[in-house]
Structures are given as structure tokens and as C-alpha cells.
């Protein structure tokens, strides 16, 4: 498995790790468009996607895949007492999120 990135409007929207490419663009659409993220997670007040914006999915650079890998160390190491096994599929925002419980649609 590599580290894989979610690209929206050439921002990085969400790093995680994926097989292949199919794989990954089903983790990617999993991660973007299920109703308990799309569109309560927002950054810097606004919806982190759209729904209408292409997602390009690429493999994740040097970078934010140590990025990906230090988060995971971290998530590991405070939840060491719940978590059984170490191979933990985390997906990583690279910037603070924010999860809205109530979504206007309006």
C-alpha cells in the first residue's frame, strides 16, 4: 500500500492509504462523499468540497506521505491502549478541519 493524496481544486484535500489506483480512487470517493463528511467538514469556513469540483487522486509526494506517517505514529501512540494491531488505515487532513453538525443546504 502507498500513501495516496485527494486533490480538490489543486488544494490537498486528504492523504490515506490505497493499493492500487482503483483502490485509491474508491478510498478517495469513500473518504469526499459519504453523507457523514460531504459537506459538514469545512476549512476556513467553507465546505472542503463542493460536490461539483473534480477530485484528482496522485500518489502522495515525499512530504505528505511523512506527513500521513508522523500523524499515524501519533494516533498509534494515544490510542495504544484500544487499538489491536498496527496496521491502522488512517486518512489525514493536512490542516485543521472543522465538522459542522448542522449543514444549511440552502
Known sequence: MTCRSSQINGLVAVLFR?????????????????????PRLEVDGRPLWDGKSKVKVRLASGEEARFWHLQRVEVLAEHRNYIEYDDVDLSVFPYPVVYREKVSCG
Open 18 to 38: 490505497a493499493g492500487d489506483e482503483r483502490e485509491a480512487r474508491s478510498r478517495s470517493k469513500a473518504e469526499l462523499m459519504t453523507g457523514y463528511t460531504y
